[in-house]
C-alpha cells in the first residue's frame, strides 16, 4: 500500500491514464491515411512538439546527463553530434518530402523508381534501422522498471511491448502523435524544474565547473558502494578536457559524421513530415523540433555537470550516493533530481522516462508497421486490399512488431543504451539519407542506384559494427560513419552514372516535390 | 484517392537514357537552384563550426580549453550552448529565407 502512495507511481499512474484517454480518444481510423499520417491533420505546433518527442528518447533523456556525468567534455560533444542532424533535415529533406507526401518512407523509392525492388529493399532497411533502434528503448524502459519499481528485466520488456501494442495499436497515428506531443513537455517540464531547483541551490554552471575542474583526489562517500572498498578517484581536468570516450581526433570526426547525418534517415521522423497539412508547416514543425531539441540537450548536459558537482561534494543521501555509483549512467538524472527536489521531483523524472520511453517506441512501432502492412503485405500480398483491411494489417503488424522487438529487446540486456541508438543513426545515414537527398536534388540517382546505396550501406554498416576487425587498426572506428557514408553515398552515384536508365517521368517527380503551387498535397 | 487504391501504388513506368531526358522546366529548375544554393550556402557554415570544434580540441588544446567563465572554457562553451543555439539559428534563417521566395513566387 505505502509503495501505491508514492509520488513516482502516482506520476507515473497519471501518464499511464492520460495515455489510456488519448488513446480512447483517437481510437476512429477508418482509412490508411487516419492510421498511418493521422489524416495529415496536425499543425506545426502540435507535430514539432511530437518529433522532439519522438526524436527525444529515453536514450537522450537519460543517457546525455549520464555521458556527461561520467565522461565530461566528451559527453557534451556527443550531445552537440546529437543536435546537427535535424537542421540538415529542414534544410533539405522536409519540406519537399511533404509535398511528395505519402504514407511509409519506402513510398518514397516505390514512387519516385516505379520499383517494387526498390520498396523492398527499403521495407528492409526500415526494419534494421527500427529494430537497432528499438532494443535499446526496450532494455532502458525495463532498467527503469527494475530500478524504480522492483520488476525483472523479462517482465519489463514484456509489460512495454503490450503497452504499446495497445497503445499505437488503438490510436494509431492520431493517438501516437497526441501522445508524443504531450510526453516530451512532460520530459521537457521535468527538466525546467530541475534548472530551477538547481539554480536555487547556488548549483551555477562556471561555478561548479570550476569546482570540477580544480577536483583532484578521491570522493568523499564512495567507499561503501566501490568494488575495491576504497573512495573512488577522480581527476576533473581530465574530465573537463577531451579523449575520454574517442581517443582521437578521427574517432571523433567519425561520431559527428555518423551522428550528424544519421537523422536524416531515421524513418520515425521522416514518417512524421507526411503528417503536416502543407509543406510550410512541415518546415516550421522541423523549425519547433529544433528549438526544442537544442534546449533539451543545453540542459541535460547542464544537469549532468550539476550530477557530478553533487556527486563529488559527497552531501548528498546515502541512497543518492549509492546510486550515482553502482546505477550507472541512466541513475543520474534520476538521483540529480532526488537530491535536488525530493521524492516529487524524482517522481516527475520517472514519469517523464517512462513518457521518453513510449513516445519514442510508438514511433518506431507505427513506421515499421506501415512498412509490414502497407509496403509488404499490400504492396506484394494482397494488391486489392480495401482501406478497411489496410487498417487492420496495420494493427496485426503492430502485434507482430510486438513480438519481435520484444525478442530483441531480451537479446541486448547487457548491451550501452547510448552506444545501440548512435549505432542506429550510423546505419541510418549510411542509406536512407543518401537515398533521400540525391532522391529529392538529384534527376540522375536510378532504381539500380537506390538499390546498391542501401544494400551496400546496411552491408557495410553492419560489418564495420559487428566486425571491425576486419579492417585495419587505423581504420577500425567506434561509430565507423567516416567509411560507411561516403560509401553510401558513392554506391549510388557510381552505379546511377553506370547505369543511366531514370525513371521517364523523374521531371515530373521534381515538379511535384519542388514546384510552387504545390505547397499543399 | 480511389476508395481502395491509394496513390503510392506500384505504377509500371519506363525509364530512359538521362542524355535523352528533356530538361526540367525553367521554374521548377529556377526554384530548385534557388533552394539548393540557400541549402548548401548554410550548411557548409555549418558544418565549418562544426569540424572547427574537433580541430580546435586537439590541434589547439591552449586556446580550447582556456577558461572563460569561472570554469567554463572556450569549447565547452561552443559545443554545449553556442552550437545549441546555432542549430536553431541556422535553421530559422533557412526557414525565412524559403517564406520570403514562397513570398515571391505568390507575388510573380
Known sequence: ????????????????????????????????????????????????????????????????????????YDGAYYAFCFSIGLTLLAIFVAGPLRRFGAFTVADFLGYRFHSRRARLAAVVVVLSISGFYAAPQLLGAAQILSMF?????????????????????????????????????????AFVLMLIAAMYSGL?????????????????????YALDGSNIQFDGEAWTGTGFYFPTFWQTISMTIGLALGTIGLPHILLRFYTN????????SALMAIGIASVFFLL????????????????????????????????????????????WLLGLVIAGAFAAVFSNLSGLFITS????????????????????????????????????????????KDASIGHLVALAFTVAASTFTPIFILGIWWRRMTEKGAIAGLVIGLGVSMLLIFFPSVMPEFLQFKIPGIITVPVGFLS??????LDRQVPADVNDFMKKVHAKGSETV | MADNKNDYDYVAHGTVDFKDLPPLDSETNEIMHDELRTGVSLTVFYFIMIFSIPVLNWYFPAIAFKPIWGGMTVTWFITSIVMMAMAFIIAYIHTKLYEKRLAKYDHD
Not at chain 1, 549510388?492 to 552514372?497: A, E, N, Q
Open chain 1, 1 to 72: 500500500m505505502g509503495m501505491l502512495l508514492e509520488p513516482k507511481m502516482i506520476l507515473t499512474v497519471f501518464l499511464m491514464g492520460t495515455i489510456v484517454y488519448i488513446t480512447y480518444l483517437s481510437k476512429k481510423n477508418a482509412t490508411a491515411s487516419d492510421f498511418f499520417v493521422g489524416g495529415r491533420s496536425f499543425g506545426w505546433f502540435t507535430n514539432g512538439s511530437a518529433i522532439g518527442g519522438d526524436y527525444l528518447s529515453a536514450a537522450t533523456f537519460l543517457g546525455i546527463a549520464g555521458l556527461t556525468f561520467q565522461l565530461g
Open chain 1, 149 to 189: 519499481f522492483g520488476t525483472s528485466y523479462e517482465f519489463g520488456i514484456i509489460f512495454t511491448c503490450i503497452v504499446m501494442i495497445f497503445y499505437v495499436g488503438i490510436g494509431g497515428m492520431k493517438g501516437t502523435t497526441i501522445n508524443q506531443a504531450l510526453e516530451l513537455w512532460i520530459r521537457l517540464g
Open chain 1, 204 to 224: 551555477h554552471y562556471d561555478k561548479i565547473l570550476y569546482a570540477i575542474n580544480s577536483f583532484s583526489g578521491p570522493i568523499t562517500g564512495t567507499s561503501p
Open chain 1, 277 to 284: 497539412p502543407s509543406a510550410k508547416a512541415a518546415r516550421k
Open chain 1, 300 to 343: 541535460a548536459v547542464y544537469l549532468g555537470v550539476v550530477g557530478r558537482a553533487i556527486f563529488l561534494a559527497g552531501t548528498a543521501s546515502e541512497e543518492v550516493m549509492r546510486d550515482l555509483v553502482i546505477g550507472g549512467n541512466n541513475m543520474v538524472i534520476p538521483s540529480t533530481a532526488q537530491a535536488l527536489g525530493g521524492e
Open chain 1, 369 to 412: 508497421s506501415g512498412a509490414l502492412a502497407h509496403d509488404l503485405y499490400a504492396e506484394f500480398i494482397k494488391k486489392d486490399i480495401t482501406q478497411r483491411e489496410r487498417v487492420i494489417a496495420g494493427k496485426v503488424a503492430i502485434l507482430i512488431l510486438g513480438v519481435l522487438y520484444g525478442g530483441l529487446g531480451l537479446l541486448v
Open chain 1, 492 to 497: 549510388v552515384i557510381i552505379v546511377s552514372l
